[in-house]
């Protein structure tokens, strides 16, 4: 059964530092979307993409933050200067469409990104 | 002082018995809901899904149902099973936002076997 991977699946960083998580979504899928879970707390959005560019983004998603798809498999989240705060489970999902009935989106594993 | 946030609801079962867990949500635009599972150190797993035109929708051992008046959604699971401990959250999409996904606080599920 396809599913969504992500590395690495933990990330240790020094504040301040720039990390890129990656994703690699379902492979016919055509929207893809980062989220962010801090422990114990409900996931929250963050960005979609879709034809290459930001569909919808939240106000978590600042200018420290950036996506890309820099081929056609992988899906990367960018965080410029890490903060304490953004300390989390980051999870990548993929969909071939608008959630839907048919548009089920997909979760990958997730990364813990842990900043000191 | 109390986190907020770190103490979700928690709804502990006996193994076999049927298990109801509630969601509230919180806009009247949103058009399509669905009920996912996390178990520990996972991503959200999808259980099931219901659009705003309908009120009930039926999986395997799974139910969701969709009372728009009041906004609120729950998910009964029947014959709730030791591996249906988890976490599970309720998640709702606002038509014409980008495929965003609002997520609920979660309710711990405990299956006493």
């Known amino acids: 059964e396809p599913e969504v991977t992500q590395t690495p699946s933990h990330q240790v960083t020094q504040m301040g530092q720039e990390v890129i998580l990656r994703c690699v979504p379902i492979s016919n899928h055509l929207y893809f979307y980062w989220y962010r879970q801090i422990l114990g707390q409900k996931v929250e959005f963050l960005v979609s993409?879709?034809?290459?560019?930001?569909?919808?983004k939240s106000e978590i998603f600042d200018d420290q933050f950036s996506v890309e798809r820099p081929d056609g498999s992988n899906f990367t989240l960018k965080i410029r200067s890490t903060k304490l705060e953004d300390s989390a489970m980051y999870f990548c999902a993929s969909s071939d469409g608008y959630p839907s009935s048919y548009n089920e989106q997909f979760f990958g594993p997730g990364t813990r990104l842990t900043v000191l | 002082g109390e986190s907020v946030g770190l103490h979700l609801p928690t709804l502990s079962v006996q193994e076999g018995d049927n298990s109801i867990i509630n969601c509230a949500y919180s806009n009247s635009a949103s058009d399509y809901f669905i009920w996912y599972k996390q178990e520990s150190g996972k991503g959200p797993q999808f259980i099931i899904d219901i659009r705003s035109n309908m009120d009930k929708r039926q999986g395997q051992r799974v139910t969701v149902l969709l009372n728009k008046t009041v906004k609120h959604l729950s998910l009964q699971i029947a014959a709730t099973q030791p591996g249906d401990s988890a976490v599970y959250f309720c998640a709702e999409n606002i038509m014409n936002q980008g495929g965003k996904l609002i997520f609920g606080q979660g309710t711990e599920l405990s299956v006493k076997p």
């Open positions: 993409f879709y034809n290459n560019e930001i569909s919808e």
